[in-house]
């Protein structure tokens, strides 16, 4: 299976945009300095704090529909990508990951 990943301008798009989805957090990224006002409140409607471990249990409470989009955000892009497989896998079909999790959106951010 081929997962999908996004950068910098993808997400921050979803962001400014506010549009629906899940936002995994893993390694406790925090985003609370890019964003102010009404986008920092749909950011943090829309983050849902994780570990690996248990990320698609915390997804799965959420009651949310197969099609529902679900970002994986961790620092580094070590778990993020397994994490978006095994969402996947389990039947949410719009998983995604942020290529080079948060170093990688730094560095694209800066450019």
Do not use: C
């Amino acid at each position: 299976m081929d997962f999908n990943s996004i950068g910098y301008f993808q997400f921050d798009n979803l962001i400014q945009t506010r549009t629906p989805f899940l936002l995994v957090i893993l390694d406790n990224v925090d985003l609370n300095d890019w964003y102010k006002s009404v986008t920092k409140m749909h950011l943090d409607n829309i983050s849902l704090p994780s570990t690996p471990e248990g990320a698609l249990e915390a997804v799965k409470g959420k009651s949310l529909p197969p099609h529902f989009a679900v970002v994986v955000l961790d620092r580094d892009e070590k778990s993020a990508p397994q994490v978006a497989a095994m969402l996947e896998q389990a039947g949410f079909i719009n998983s995604f990951y942020v290529k080079g999790g948060l170093e990688g959106l730094l560095k694209e951010r800066q450019q």
